[in-house]
């Protein structure tokens, strides 16, 4: 990386940027002028409200069917309201009401119970929906119980009672929150949302212009031969973006604090240590600073990644739209920080943000979410030197595609049309919708029948259909073949030193995220499920052997084999781990993914994945069936738990049972 | 000076094909010379220069641009390239002189050598009236001499033209074939691509046919004409597309008699 190159092009970026008038629009114009705007005018017409019911006041109609002392008293206090004007109800006070021209009816009655009490009812009609008629409605109820509140002491004087009696029990509010905190709280329930969405607007603003702009505009050539290398190209475009979604972010943040300090001190709210912590502002704008960098290289590759601008706008609207979700979480009460949320991007941020604006965050979660951006933060970006290095991305225009034919073998035109990456992850979506609806329904009547119908009849059966409506070899297609006998000698000391390290795997992630009690105890059932040995051992290692496989390492493969073997792999387990909507399980399913997928992709033979796939399964079912024996004890803790000593015999047996495995199966590899 | 050694370009495409848009290309251009790459659309013209000009990196084989190996020294090929296609754009927010400096800047020129080197341009190409303008007020003309001086800027010894004319008015292309031709004249090494006959005739010092990705022959004008019995360039191209064709279905036969 050359520096100076990279500030030539940023210097340069930045000027044009900030030539565009309708950049500095929304970026610094736009945010000055909208939060005074908007919060002058939501003050105006909250105070519009109040002012109406004043100018114009209130008719009520009263119809009062009891005519007592007590009532006379009743309408009296309503009388004193200034805004109120009583009149009796006539026949016509319902066509009065609807036209508007009065506002509420009242009508008293009263009732005498069994032991001779009168007490009475006042029926208030009004309209929820009218803010004036609401308003009118507090009113009167504030002025009813004033006399309520009169009339019993009154009656308690009577009968000799002290009227005190009353407030027997008075609640007094002792808040430790100090006025700091309770601003921090209301101020981190929406600013992270705003913020988060500032960031990610301004910067989307420039991003879409600066690759696919020029793609578009026919600069990006003539930038590529100049004498820069693509790295410094995407270096200074890359803190382009980041420099212009701080400023927005900056300027909004200013505009709504010297906004919000103007609502309070109209709204006549003592100021003194409640304004907007400045030092909080500060850590916000430096936590935010990761979170820009992770938005600006998403952008910037997906500027990269589209054709021209239009593309790019369209392709930034689903990260638009993901962000705002994660970034609503900070709205949900309850969800606190931890270390697992720490890890969750936007999400950390914004829960971050609610813990420091209340003055109350911890250093270990601001260190993770920081780390966790950053890791992030350089996957985006290595990602974007990729694509700027990806010829046929770069010059992916209109023009070129249909310029470059390609000359297609006749045989398996069905074929590759079917199987392209767009249709995998439709299939795959599909399956999943299929999976999270029927499947759970299923799940619910009954655990074990339903999970055997999950298999079949979600899993395995609409790779069927799919074969067949589109005319496909299964056979071939699904690499249903039988393994070599070395193989499958082979597989089972792969199988169960992988599951051995997967678990110790998982055992350590329970340590650090322990998993939740109430998950933990749902997992349990699957292996205390009442039935025969050789059911569970059906439905629990024999079914998703079969079905799982032949949908992950059958079908699924098939639809990414344009990226080569290795990708291949990585991407089908990813869908793998996804499918089991479990995120504790995440790593560890996606780990068994990538195994199962080269034991089949490598061998050509889905037997070898299927076999170790229901090893795998069945050991934890192993587990259980022999938990009291005492030989077991000398695997497992006493918190039931694998020793962790178990992990040097098990990577080793796996190094040497996969060297072999790929030793018997080389020059296999994707002979098709 | 450009050399080009068996360079190969293949794209792979959806469902595992490969297409090969350069195959097998080989040719030199000297100092002084105003070579022609002469093919249709889709040739594989542009394909050929890009691989030059560093922009695709070749699957096979290589180039030498003034003695650098484009696969090896890619910084150092560009610095001494100039690149000019017919439809360049331009960052219209920039000023003539920043749009220029910047690339001069980006070439590690020092700002008084760019200052230099850019008035010496502005007055030869008659465009002092509009370096402070704003690119986006410029006509096409006019553009088109600022992306002349963009791409030689820096004096590269080679300059390289994809279909430079195409898409310019008369007027404007007369001007880029004027500077094609003062760049010979100051002994600059120059390939020029391009599928009009006419401007290959009046230009080339030798010419380059392309066809499919493959070189059909190579030579002057007069060679070419000599060896083919045909007098215009035009019949003269056809004739070897035709023996192109012939060779590639002969081939064929000769494969299916082997089997």
């Known amino acids: 990386m050359n520096s100076k190159k990279v500030m030539i092009v940023y210097r340069k970026e930045l000027m044009e940027v900030l030539r565009d008038k309708r950049t500095l629009f929304m970026i610094l114009l736009l945010p000055v002028i909208l939060y005074p705007v908007l919060i002058i005018g939501f003050n105006a017409v909250a105070s519009r409200q109040t002012g109406v019911l004043k100018e114009q006041g209130a008719t009520i109609a009263i119809q009062d069917s009891v005519n007592t002392p007590v009532s006379a008293r009743l309408l009296d206090e309503l009388s004193k309201v200034e805004q109120f004007t009583l009149i009796p109800a006539a026949g016509n006070a319902q066509s009065l009401y609807k036209s508007k021209d009065i506002q509420s009816i009242i009508t008293l009655r009263d009732s005498v119970s069994t032991d001779g009490l009168i007490t009475y009812q006042v029926y208030v009609q009004y309209d929820e929906t009218n803010d004036l008629s609401g308003l009118t409605f507090t009113k009167i109820r504030d002025a009813l119980m004033v006399s309520e509140k009169s009339l019993i002491e009154e009656e308690l004087q009577l009968s ?31 600013l992270p949302y705003i913020m988060i969405i500032m960031l990610l607007s301004g910067a989307q603003v420039v991003a879409a212009d600066l690759v696919a702009g020029e793609k578009e505009r026919k600069t990006l050539e003539t930038l590529l031969v100049a004498g820069v290398d693509r790295l410094d190209i995407v270096i200074g475009k890359y803190l382009t973006i980041i420099t212009l979604g701080m400023i927005n972010l900056i300027v909004n943040l200013f505009s709504i604090s010297f906004s919000l300090q103007y609502m309070l001190s109209q709204a006549g709210m003592d100021l003194s240590g409640a304004g907007m912590p400045i030092k909080a502002i500060f850590i916000l704008l430096a936590a935010m600073v990761p979170l820009a960098t992770l938005f600006s290289a998403i952008l910037l590759s997906i500027s990269t990644f589209s054709r021209n601008m239009k ?48 003055n109350d965050y911890q250093l270990s979660h601001l260190f993770l979410t920081i780390l966790s951006t950053v890791v992030l933060d350089v996957i985006a970006i290595w990602a974007t030197i990729k694509l700027f290095s990806t010829e046929g991305i770069l010059f992916r225009s209109d023009e070129d595609g249909s310029s470059i034919k390609s000359i297609k073998k006749g045989d398996s035109k069905s074929k590759r049309a079917f199987f392209s990456p767009y249709n995998g992850m439709i299939y795959f979506v599909l399956a999943l919708l299929l999976l999270f609806y029927l499947g759970s329904y299923l799940q619910g009547r009954d655990l074990g029948s339903g999970l055997l119908l999950t298999q079949i009849l979600i899993i395995l059966l609409p790779v069927l259909l799919v074969l067949k409506i589109f005319k496909l070899p299964i056979k071939e297609t699904l690499r249903l073949k039988a393994p070599k006998l070395k193989e499958v000698v082979l597989v089972p000391f792969i199988a169960i030193s992988a599951t051995v390290l997967v ?17 933990l105890e749902k997992l349990g059932k699957l292996f205390e499920m009442d039935m025969p040995m050789w059911r569970s051992f059906l439905i629990i290692a024999v079914a998703p052997g079969i079905c799982e496989e032949l949908l992950f390492r059958g079908l699924m493969p098939r639809f990414f084999e344009k990226y080569g073997i290795k990708v291949n792999i990585v991407l089908t387990a990813l869908l793998f781990a996804a499918f089991h909507l479990d995120p504790f399980r995440f790593l560890p399913v996606f780990l068994l993914g990538m195994l199962l997928g080269y034991l089949t992709l490598r061998s050509g033979s889905i037997v070898n994945s299927m076999i170790s796939h229901a090893i795998n399964n069945s050991l934890a079912l192993f587990m259980t069936a022999f938990a009291g024996s005492s030989w077991l004890r000398l695997f497992i803790s006493s918190q039931e738990d694998l020793k962790y000593w178990l992990a040097v015999p098990a990577i080793l047996i796996l190094i040497i049972a996969l060297y072999l495995f790929h030793k018997v199966t080389g020059g296999k590899e994707c002979v098709e | 000076m450009i050399s080009v050694q068996n360079l190969v370009k293949a794209f792979p495409q959806k469902g595992g094909d490969v297409f090969y848009a350069v195959n097998d290309v080989s040719f030199t251009a000297g100092d002084g010379e105003i070579v022609c790459l002469l093919g249709v659309n889709g040739a594989g013209k542009t394909t050929t220069m890009r691989v030059l000009s560093t922009v695709f990196k070749p699957t096979s084989g290589t180039a030498e641009i003034q003695g650098w190996d484009i696969k090896t020294h890619p910084q150092q ?5 100039g690149f000019l296609t017919g439809d360049t754009g331009l960052y219209n927010r920039l000023r003539v002189h920043e749009f220029i400096r910047y690339f001069g800047r980006l070439y590690s020129m020092q700002d008084d050598e760019i200052t230099r080197s850019m008035n010496d341009m502005a007055e030869l190409l008659d465009m002092e009236d509009f370096m402070d303008k704003k690119i986006e007020f410029l006509s096409t003309g006019m553009k088109q001499k600022v992306s002349i001086v963009r791409s030689i800027i820096h ?4 300059m390289i033209f994809d279909e430079p004319t195409s898409g310019l008015d008369i007027l404007t292309a007369r001007n880029i074939i004027s500077f094609i031709r003062s760049c010979k004249e100051r002994g600059k090494c120059v390939l020029f691509s391009t599928h009009i006959m006419r401007e290959a005739e009046r230009l080339a010092d030798r010419i380059v046919m392309i066809h499919k990705g493959k070189i059909l022959a190579e030579g002057s004008l007069d060679a070419l004409r000599e060896e083919t019995s045909q007098l215009d360039l035009d019949d003269i191209f056809v004739y070897y597309v035709n023996r192109y064709a012939e060779s590639v279905t002969e081939g064929a036969k000769v494969e299916a008699h082997e089997f």
């Not at chain 1, 992630?509 to 109430?518: R, S």
């Open chain 2, 155 to 158: 004096d590269p010894p080679v």
């Open chain 2, 77 to 81: 090929v560009r610095n001494n390239l």
């Open chain 1, 160 to 190: 000799g009672i002290n009227p005190e009696i009353m407030n027997l029990i008075d609640v007094r509010k002792l808040n430790t929150a100090d006025s700091q905190k309770t601003m921090g709280k209301m101020l981190g329930m929406f």
């Open chain 1, 311 to 358: 593309e790019a706008r369209t392709y930034e609207q689903p990260l638009l739209m993901v962000s705002m979700i994660l970034a609503m979480i900070s709205f949900m009460p309850g969800i606190e920080m931890n270390n697992l949320m720490a890890l969750i991007p936007i999400i950390n941020i914004a829960l971050l943000f609610k813990a420091v604006m209340m």
């Open chain 1, 503 to 519: 678990a110790l795997i998982s055992q350590a992630i329970n340590t650090i995220y322990p998993f939740p009690a109430e998950y």
